[in-house]
């Protein structure tokens, strides 16, 4: 893999936020992804969302595990700590990480083969576990790395470049996160930059599991007229709870219109995106409802999206574990080591 930096000269008139950076500070190396990757854009939605909440760097940890959404986390937050672990075992290292320090910020970047096959169980124990991180899925449908092979969540009606059939049924990791107790759930769509980023920082704001499935098209492999995750079948089929808009590769094009309502917005390429955005008759903090809008829009080819989900009560691992609140460096030796008298009694209990 290629890293190319980017100029460390940039225009002294770039705007700043309170802490006095530029997005330049939240920026990583130049990307290697294919051009027009979906992934791009929503590595630029985590650069805008972290600059605009005001976020120090050194307090985010990002953390992946393999595939081509787990090589973003290079292309942002360059000066964040930064974790690249094994395939399908990001769960347990970002686990690991905040029981050691609570006080990071958390960001898992992962994709549907890293979270929905490989990694299923390690992501299903993070959500039961109510690990306070932003877990987000870079959602294509397919094995970018390996030649675009189905994935777990490719829809059993979506057939691969070639015209290859997909003989199984799709996982919905909304659906999944939100019966595993996830305490906020929502999906977007790569292009739709109006609609992501305030969802990342809502993600970011949240205390508890915060999940973040991004349809994320790829321009190689499942980009073609019948993948239901291409760029034509989201736009035609997105359900979008809030305001949207869709960013190509050559100009930024933008639709803002009153809830309940719909509008065909023309493509550059002579193509109509209808879009359709649900009222407030969505109840997120109805679980058994989340879940049935889904399966409804599902069932007539569309895609919800926004907030599914959210439960404002969660408790997060620490608080469920009863932990120390000092994170672990800052505990002296004496406690972290109290002793043999401590040691016997631990294991007394355990007899």
Avoid: W
């Avoid at 999940?211 to 007229?225: E, G, I, K, Y």
Wanted: hydrophobic residues 35%; contains cysteine; charged residues 20%.
């Amino acid at each position: 893999m290629s890293y190319i930096t980017k100029p460390v000269a940039h225009h002294p008139a770039l705007k700043r936020n309170t802490l006095g950076l530029t997005h330049r500070d939240y920026e990583g190396t130049m990307s290697t992804l294919c051009a027009g990757c979906g992934h791009d854009s929503i590595t630029a939605a985590l650069i805008e969302a972290c600059f605009e909440m005001d976020l120090p760097a050194h307090r985010i940890a990002k953390i992946s595990g393999i595939g081509c959404s787990s090589k973003a986390p290079t292309y942002f937050l360059g000066r964040s700590h930064g974790f690249n672990s094994v395939h399908g075992r990001m769960p347990s290292v970002t686990t690991g990480a905040n029981m050691a320090n609570r006080d990071l910020v958390y960001i898992g970047v992962s994709g549907d083969g890293d979270t929905a096959s490989i990694g299923f169980g390690q992501f299903c124990h993070a959500v039961r576990r109510k690990l306070n991180m932003t877990y987000i899925v870079m959602n294509n449908g397919c094995y970018g790395l390996t030649k675009g092979q189905f994935s777990a969540t490719n829809d059993k009606t979506s057939p691969s470049k070639k015209g290859e059939q997909n003989p199984f049924d799709a996982i919905d990791l909304c659906q999944t996160a939100i019966q595993l107790g996830a305490g906020f759930v929502a999906r977007s769509f790569s292009g739709d930059k109006r609609q992501l980023i305030p969802l990342i920082k809502s993600a970011i704001s949240y205390k508890g599991f915060a999940f973040l499935d991004v349809v994320s098209p790829c321009v190689t492999f499942n980009n073609h007229p019948t993948s239901t995750k291409s760029y034509d079948y989201v736009r035609a089929h997105n359900q979008a709870i809030d305001k949207l808009d869709y960013v190509e590769e050559k100009e930024e094009i933008t639709a803002d219109y009153e809830a309940g309502t719909s509008l065909a917005v023309e493509m550059h390429d002579g193509s109509k995106l209808v879009l359709h955005k649900l009222n407030g008759s969505h109840d997120p903090r109805d679980a058994d409802a989340a879940i049935m809008t889904i399966r409804k829009n599902a069932a007539r080819g569309q895609v919800a999206t926004g907030v599914l989900y959210v439960n404002e009560q969660q408790q997060d691992l620490h608080d469920v574990l009863e932990t120390d609140d000092r994170p672990l460096n800052e505990l002296p030796m004496a406690e972290l080591c109290p002793g043999s008298k401590a040691l016997d009694g631990i294991n007394a209990r355990l007899r």
